[in-house]
C-alpha cells in the first residue's frame, strides 16, 4: 500500500486495491494493536510537526510563545502541550497574509486547488491544497469508503453543491479512487431535485452522498412524483454536513425510507480528508481513523484529552498534509467517545453516537441543556410526524418560552388525532430535555426543505435583551 512504513508524507500504490471480498482497505493499519499503531502515529506526528515548524511562520509564532518545539514531542501525550487552533485565528492569519494565511507550508505557486468556505456567516476561509495532498485525500477517502461497504461495482449519486464546498470533491475523488463510478449531480439548482428522481429511478446508483435534509427532501419529491424511494436503488447512503446521520431516529427513517443503510460521516473542511470521522457498515457510530487525522477528544474549556467515555470537543490534527496542516484544530463540535470494540475488527476509537451537536448550538432553557439533534431524535420518533420542524426560543418577561413547530404528516386530518400527536410530542420531550415545550402542529410542507445544510433554530432572546421584542416574533427564514 506504501513503499515504506518511514516514509513523511506517506507515498500510497495508485494501483492497490483489495480483493472485493475484503472488509478492510488497508488491514495492517485498521486492525492493529492500539499501542502499536500509537507508535505510527507519533512517528508521523513528529514529522507533521516539524514540516510546520520550518515551513510556517504561523505555527512557529504560536509554539514559541507556548514554550514548545518539535524537540517538545517525544510522545503523543506531549502533543496537549502545544496550544490549540480555532477558526477565528485561521480567519485573522489570512486577513494579515492573503490569501492563503502564514500557515500555507508550500510556495503559492505550489497549489494545486482553491476552495473555501462561502463566507455567509463572515470572511471567508481559504483552502489551498498541493497536488500530492489532493490525491492523500483521495486514498483516504477510498479507504473508509471501503469501510462503509463501497465497492468498485457501485455507482454513487453525489447530491451536493459542486462550488468551494470541500465535501462533494472529497467524496467524487474517494470514490473515483476506490474504482466505484462516480455520478456527479449536484445540487442547488431549481429543478434539480426532481432530475435527480428521474435520472436516479432510470440509472438506480447504488450510492448515495449528501446531507440527511436533502436525503429526505429527495424522499419527499419523489413520492410526490408516484415513485417509491425504495426503488431509487440506494444501497449505501453516506451523509456529512448534519448530525442527522447519527441521530438514531433520523438514521432508521433513512434506512426505513430508501431500504439502504445509512452511514454517518464528517469532520471539518479544514481537515479534509474530512471522512476520517466514518462509520463502518456495521454503523456502530463514527471511527476515528488515527493514522490519518490524529483525533483528540477535549474538555472545552482547558483543551486537555479526556479519558474515554467522556464527553467533549473533538481536537484535530493532520498527519500527511503539507499544504496547510492543521495542528490541534478545535472543533466547536460535541462528543463522546470509546475504545469499545467494533464488529468490524478495526481497533480506532469511536463516537458511539456520532457528532451529536455544538458548543456555540447549545440552547440552555430554564437551566437545562438543550440541543437540536434530541428535539430531532425524539419528534421523529413519533408516528404521524410530518418530516420537518423549528425550534424558536423567546423570553417572556423573565421566563424562557421554548417552541417546537413541528409538521404533521398529510394523512392526519382529524383534528383529535392532531391533539393527540401535540401531546404525545410534547410529553416526549419534556421527559427527554427537562422542559416543557409549546408544540404547535403545522401541515405537511409547511417548513421550507433545504439541498444543503439545514437551519432550524431561531433564538429571540437577544431582542428581548436590546428591548427590541415587544412580543413579534423573528420572521421565517
Not at 481559504?126 to 489532493?134: C, S, T, Y
Not at 468490524?344 to 455544538?358: K, S, V
Not at 417552541?403 to 382529524?414: F, I, N, R, S, T
Given at each position: ?5 518511514e516514509?513523511?508524507?506517506p507515498?500510497?500504490?495508485?494501483a492497490?486495491r483489495?480483493?472485493?471480498d475484503a472488509e478492510?482497505?488497508?488491514p495492517?493499519l ?9 507508535r505510527?502515529i507519533l512517528?508521523?506526528?513528529r ?6 515548524w520550518?515551513?510556517?511562520?504561523f505555527?512557529?509564532?504560536r ?22 487552533v ?8 489570512q ?22 468556505t ?8 481559504v483552502?489551498?491544497v498541493?497536488?500530492?495532498d489532493?490525491?492523500?485525500i ?8 471501503w469501510?462503509?461497504?463501497?465497492r468498485p ?7 451536493s453543491f ?10 467524487l475523488?474517494?470514490?473515483e ?6 455520478f ?12 435527480a ?6 440509472l ?7 446531507t440527511?435534509?436533502?436525503?429526505l427532501h429527495?424522499a ?6 408516484g415513485?417509491?424511494?425504495h426503488d431509487l ?5 453516506f451523509?456529512s ?15 426505513e425510507?430508501?431500504g439502504g ?5 464528517g469532520?471539518m473542511?479544514e481537515?479534509?480528508p ?6 463502518c ?5 463514527m ?5 490519518i487525522?490524529?483525533?483528540?477528544v477535549?474538555?472545552p474549556e482547558?483543551?486537555q ?13 493532520h ?8 495542528i490541534?484544530l478545535v472543533?466547536?463540535d460535541?462528543a463522546r467517545w470509546?475504545?469499545?470494540?467494533c464488529p468490524c ?19 440552555i432553557v ?5 440541543y ?10 413519533c ?6 420542524f423549528?425550534?424558536v426560543v ?17 394523512g392526519?386530518?382529524d383534528p ?6 401535540a ?7 419534556r ?5 416543557t ?6 401541515a405537511?410542507?409547511?417548513?421550507p ?6 437551519r432550524?433554530v431561531?433564538?429571540?432572546r ?10 413579534a416574533r423573528?420572521?421565517t427564514?
Amino acid at each position: 500500500m506504501t513503499t515504506s512504513a518511514e516514509t513523511w508524507p506517506p507515498r500510497y500504490d495508485p494501483a492497490y486495491r483489495p480483493a472485493a471480498d475484503a472488509e478492510h482497505w488497508a488491514p495492517a493499519l485498521e486492525c492493529m494493536d492500539p499501542a502499536a499503531r500509537e507508535r505510527v502515529i507519533l512517528a508521523r506526528l513528529r514529522a507533521q510537526v516539524r514540516w510546520a515548524w520550518e515551513r510556517s511562520p504561523f505555527y512557529r509564532r504560536r509554539w514559541t510563545q507556548a514554550g514548545v518545539s518539535p524537540d517538545t514531542l517525544e510522545s503523543l501525550a506531549d502533543l496537549r502541550r502545544f496550544p490549540v487552533v480555532r477558526k477565528e485565528d485561521l480567519r485573522a492569519a489570512q486577513a494579515a497574509a492573503p490569501p492563503f494565511g502564514d500557515y500555507l507550508c508550500i510556495e503559492p505557486h505550489e497549489v494545486a486547488r482553491i476552495h473555501g468556505t462561502s463566507g455567509t456567516t463572515g470572511r471567508p476561509t481559504v483552502f489551498g491544497v498541493r497536488r500530492d495532498d489532493w490525491e492523500r485525500i483521495g486514498e483516504a477517502h477510498a479507504r473508509i469508503l471501503w469501510g462503509a461497504g463501497v465497492r468498485p461495482g457501485d455507482t454513487v449519486l453525489i447530491a451536493s453543491f459542486f462550488s468551494l464546498y470541500l465535501g462533494s470533491w472529497g467524496a467524487l475523488k474517494g470514490c473515483e479512487r476506490l474504482g466505484a463510478t462516480a455520478f456527479p449531480f449536484g445540487a442547488g439548482v431549481p429543478g434539480q431535485t426532481l432530475m435527480a428522481v428521474q435520472w436516479a429511478r432510470d440509472l438506480r446508483p447504488s450510492g448515495f452522498y449528501g446531507t440527511p435534509s436533502y436525503a429526505l427532501h429527495l424522499a419527499e419529491t419523489a413520492r410526490r412524483e408516484g415513485v417509491d424511494p425504495h426503488d431509487l436503488g440506494f444501497r449505501i447512503l453516506f451523509f456529512s454536513g448534519e448530525p442527522g446521520a447519527g441521530i438514531p431516529a433520523t438514521k432508521r427513517l433513512i434506512e426505513e425510507t430508501f431500504g439502504g443503510i445509512c452511514v454517518d460521516m464528517g469532520s471539518m473542511a479544514e481537515m479534509t480528508p474530512w471522512m476520517t470521522n466514518g462509520e463502518c457498515r456495521f454503523r456502530t457510530g463514527m471511527h476515528l481513523w488515527q493514522d490519518i487525522v490524529y483525533t483528540e477528544v477535549c474538555d472545552p474549556e482547558t483543551w486537555q484529552p479526556l479519558p474515554y467515555g467522556a464527553e467533549g470537543t473533538p481536537v484535530y490534527t493532520h498527519l500527511e498534509r503539507t499544504s496547510q496542516p492543521m495542528i490541534r484544530l478545535v472543533s466547536g463540535d460535541l462528543a463522546r467517545w470509546t475504545d469499545a470494540p467494533c464488529p468490524c475488527g478495526r481497533t480506532y476509537p469511536r463516537l458511539p453516537d456520532g457528532l451529536y451537536g455544538r458548543i456555540d448550538d447549545m440552547l440552555i432553557v430554564r437551566g437545562e441543556n438543550i440541543y437540536p439533534s434530541a428535539i430531532e431524535d425524539v419528534l421523529r420518533a413519533c408516528e404521524g410526524f410530518g418530516g420537518e420542524f423549528r425550534v424558536v426560543v423567546s423570553r417572556k418577561e423573565t421566563m424562557d418560552e421554548l417552541l417546537v413547530q413541528a409538521e404533521h404528516a398529510a394523512g392526519l386530518a382529524d383534528p383529535a388525532a392532531q391533539t393527540r400527536l401535540a401531546a404525545r410530542m410534547k410529553e416526549r420531550l419534556r421527559a427527554r430535555l427537562g422542559v416543557t415545550p409549546i408544540v404547535e402542529l403545522l401541515a405537511e410542507g409547511t417548513l421550507p426543505r433545504t439541498e444543503f445544510k439545514a437551519r432550524r433554530v431561531i433564538d429571540d432572546r437577544d431582542l428581548y435583551h436590546r428591548g427590541l421584542d415587544g412580543g413579534a416574533r423573528r420572521p421565517t427564514t
